[in-house]
């Protein structure tokens, strides 16, 4: 049982458009998301996060939207950059009810954004 | 800074040898994490510690075995491979549990079980 889905395995965009990658989540009890950007021979690094209390949080070019009642998050990227091309998985805990512990992070599959320059 | 250190980088086992993976912080995090990561799949949690001698089991932890002698070290025990181990291990840390708290992973094992 997939909780957490990134339906789509890959995407691709135009150097300087915006990217919008998305994930879907089953779960009412997650309530803080993250995204985290994997280069190849890498492990995943943070990229941003959204509490369930909001339904934006911005980071310079990166934007997560958080719709609740939906059960959907994206991450919007604009300006697209070469540098962005990676992969993208898409997290999420159920922080209050895990005792206050944002351990058992449950993660989607993934997106392979390619940016084209 | 290093941050967190995994060793080794790769790794090929025969159906039934055993292995540590290594995984190292140097933040002082007292939190630590094993994760693997199957091929076109998300990352899933084997164990995790939140402190020295304190450690749990997650999601997947058949097969596998963990200790925290030390807030800096966190070593993955596999007794008896098996093909089905073979994945990619990635080890994470993070300082505390708040909401806003984020992981830092190091750069991951890539196993083989033949």
């Known amino acids: 049982d997939q909780q957490v889905k990134q339906n789509s395995p890959s995407l691709s965009v135009q150097e300087g458009r915006i990217s919008i990658l998305n994930c879907d989540y089953t779960n009412s009890m997650f309530d803080y998301f993250l995204w985290y950007k994997k280069y190849p021979a890498e492990g995943p690094t943070f990229l941003i996060s959204?509490?369930?209390?909001?339904d934006k949080n911005e980071d310079g070019r990166f934007t997560v939207f958080l719709n609740k009642s939906a059960k959907h998050l994206s991450l919007h990227i604009v300006p697209s950059q070469p540098g962005d091309s990676a992969v993208y998985f898409c997290a999420a805990s159920a922080y209050r009810y895990s005792g206050g512990s944002n351990y058992k992070l449950t993660f989607g599959k993934g997106t392979l954004l390619t940016v084209n320059p | 800074n290093a941050g967190v250190t995994q060793t080794p980088k790769f790794r090929i086992l025969k159906i039934g040898q055993s292995m540590t993976l290594q995984c190292a912080q140097d933040m002082n995090h007292n939190y630590m994490y094993w994760y693997r990561q199957d091929p076109g799949m998300g990352l899933k949690l084997i164990y995790y510690?939140?402190?020295?001698?304190?450690?749990d089991k997650g999601e997947v932890p058949n097969g596998y075995n963990v200790s925290r002698s030390t807030t800096e070290d966190f070593p993955l025990r596999l007794e008896l491979a098996a093909p089905s181990q073979t994945s990619v291990y990635f080890c994470?840390?993070?300082?505390?549990?708040?909401?806003?708290?984020?992981?830092?992973f190091g750069s991951g094992t890539q196993l083989s079980v033949l």
């Open positions: 994470a840390s993070s300082y505390d549990r708040s909401t806003n708290e984020k992981l830092f």
């Open positions: 959204i509490s369930s209390i909001k």
């Open positions: 510690s939140v402190g020295a001698g304190i450690t």
